[in-house]
């Protein structure tokens, strides 16, 4: 038995969809200072009959009940659950699981080719970004966190409720060194003299260039500014840049403890491109919290890392196939495969010093790729169990996100079924504890899409 509520309910695309207009929302503003006691009420969602993955523990609670208030997830039982009014939504047995978190995200470049992203107006730009965001939560990805682009106007129009789509933790502009993995600057737009005007990605937020310490905080205090989670700084070489190789390493260590010295005034962390042995420890050593990709971690960085208790933030990707990435220059197409054949080694190395890890999948300039987002997930499987892949898609995913301490957009606990954690769910037809490909195929396999207690995608009403 299925008992829907359209209050709860915003679905897209051949699901219902529940559009409340500005006027609609001004109307019930009104009739909320009429009508305390109506106000009062809660929208209950209660699910029953479902095995839940709480995102912690590999076994299942079997024949649960779960019940969200609000965007809370109120109640966890064995035992029948009691509440009058609520939607009731019979799991039949499926698996329901915390929402999905993507830890490398790029809201503003996943989906629209280099040339269209870097020669398109930002309002354009941020219609692309939204219509993503969207699919991505239809992914079943509730979370993403966002490592470069000025996203702040998306998320801001998200959690207004304007658009459908995924949280963002932003981190705002790049911050990097000139000829670095975030200048996107044409080969000729040299030099570049104080006082002269920024080019275009950096005057919309997307990037910002700066060299020399005190130029480097007054960059990352702007994107603190502008409402970043956390820094994210361009610290080495990376494959679809112009101008850096992938040995160099970016800023001096001056300059990279002057940028993660800033982000901890702002109680926050830096989280850091980089590859190379080199980068990564001078890096680690200055503070950051999270190196992104680091495909080249061996032994001696993996100690390191487990030692200072910093994160690596890693990307299954495929160096050949139809889900490998593809680059316009012979040179870019180089460089990734000479990072992806030392992922098995780095992998091993992180597993073998226990380093913190998370998941992401850095989607860019390729809206075919970025809609394979849950396949990247599906892909941990040649390295890890089916449960270690989940939980670190969820759990440990989440446990990232909170190093942004007070400057966390969603303060509650994401990446759990628990009492008292915020509400994103996932209802899958069948178990990915046992089947990892599941979360490869959401359109065919997530029934019931939740985010913060609210329903986008039903398939169970059809």
Request: glycine share 10%.
């Amino acid at each position: 038995m299925i008992a829907t509520s359209s209050q709860r309910n915003r679905t897209s695309e051949g699901v219902r969809t529940v559009n409340i207009s500005a006027f609609a929302r001004g109307a019930l503003i009104g009739l909320a200072f009429a009508a305390p006691a109506f106000a009062q009420d809660v929208p209950q969602t209660l699910f029953t009959n479902v095995s839940v993955f709480d995102g912690m523990n590999e076994a299942r609670i079997e024949n649960a009940n779960v019940l969200v208030e609000g965007n809370l997830i109120k109640t966890i039982s064995q035992a029948p659950i009691t509440a009058e009014g609520a939607t009731v939504i019979d799991g039949g047995g499926r698996t329901l699981m915390p929402g999905l978190i993507d830890a490398h995200w790029h809201t503003m470049f996943n989906s629209s080719p280099v040339s269209n992203t870097l020669g398109s107006s930002f309002g354009y730009l941020n219609i692309l970004a939204a219509d993503s965001s969207r699919k991505a939560l239809l992914r079943g990805f509730t979370t993403v966190r966002d490592v470069g682009g000025n996203s702040f106007g998306v998320k801001r129009a998200i959690d207004e409720g304007l658009v459908v789509g995924t949280r963002i933790y932003p981190s705002g502009p790049y911050i990097s060194q000139t000829a670095g993995h975030g200048d996107f600057r044409g080969p000729n737009d040299v030099p570049v003299n104080l006082g002269d005007a920024l080019d275009y990605q950096q005057r919309v937020g997307n990037t910002l260039i700066a060299d020399g310490v005190p130029e480097v905080i007054k960059r990352t205090r702007e994107a603190l500014r502008m409402g970043a989670s956390q820094i994210k700084a361009m610290g080495g070489g990376g494959v679809s840049s112009l101008y850096d190789p992938l040995d160099v390493t970016e800023y001096t260590f001056e300059e990279a403890k002057a940028i993660v010295d800033t982000a901890k005034s702002w109680n926050t962390y830096v989280a850091v491109h980089i590859n190379t042995k080199d980068a990564i420890k001078m890096w680690v050593e200055a503070g950051a919290m999270s190196m992104e990709h680091g495909f080249f971690i061996d032994d001696e960085t993996a100690q390191l890392m487990a030692e200072k208790g910093v994160w690596w933030s890693m990307q299954p990707m495929d160096a050949e196939g139809e889900d490998a990435f593809v680059f316009e220059s012979p040179i870019s197409t180089a460089k990734y495969k000479d990072l992806v054949a030392q992922l098995d080694t780095a992998i091993a190395a992180a597993k073998k010093y226990n380093v913190k890890t998370a998941f992401g999948t850095d989607m860019l300039f390729d809206a075919t790729l970025a809609a394979k987002q849950g396949k990247f997930l599906a892909k941990l499987g040649k390295w890890y169990t089916p449960y270690e892949a989940l939980k670190m898609a969820t759990h440990d995913n989440a446990q990232l996100l909170k190093l942004s301490g007070p400057r966390d957009p969603y303060p509650g606990e994401l990446g759990v079924i628990k009492e008292g954690a915020l509400a994103d769910l996932i209802l899958v037809d069948g178990n990915p504890l046992e089947d990892l490909d599941l979360v490869a195929d959401a359109d065919a396999n997530f029934l019931i899409i939740m985010k913060d207690g609210v329903i986008y995608k039903n398939t169970l009403e059809q």
